[in-house]
């Protein structure tokens, strides 16, 4: 299995925007779901948002209205455009994928993981 690899991370001020990728192995039968996460020094990994094969998406409520998740399918190609920055929004970015055919992206435990790529929002 081909692991989700991400790119577009960087270094930006407060209010600045950056797009984050990912070319992930593809929706299949049982990978239905694609999602980003993320995971700040000494916090719990936060599901930030998820799309599936037909493009429904969930938000975690601190990123709706200013992160936007997209995917081109020929491509097997996810993006995070995330506008609006705020420092805390400073975290390691990581692109996941599973999930079976209908569940819900949003409640899932994803199973196939890329290795992240840092986001650094400063004030």
């Known amino acids: 299995e081909v692991q989700p690899v991400e790119s577009g991370g960087g270094s930006v001020q407060a209010g600045g925007s950056l797009r984050l990728s990912c070319v992930h192995s593809g929706y299949t039968y049982d990978n239905f779901c694609t999602g980003w996460f993320r995971q700040a020094p000494g916090k719990e990994r936060e599901r930030v948002a998820t799309?599936?094969?037909?493009?429904?998406?969930t938000y975690a409520d601190s990123v709706k209205g200013r992160f936007t998740i997209t995917q081109d399918n020929p491509k097997n190609t996810l993006f995070l455009q995330m506008n609006s920055l705020k420092p805390e929004d400073t975290a390691m970015y990581y692109c996941a994928e599973g999930g079976l055919w209908a569940e819900d992206c949003g409640k899932i435990d994803f199973d196939s993981w890329g290795q992240g790529t840092q986001v650094t929002v400063s004030s």
């Open positions: 799309i599936n094969l037909p493009g429904t998406t």
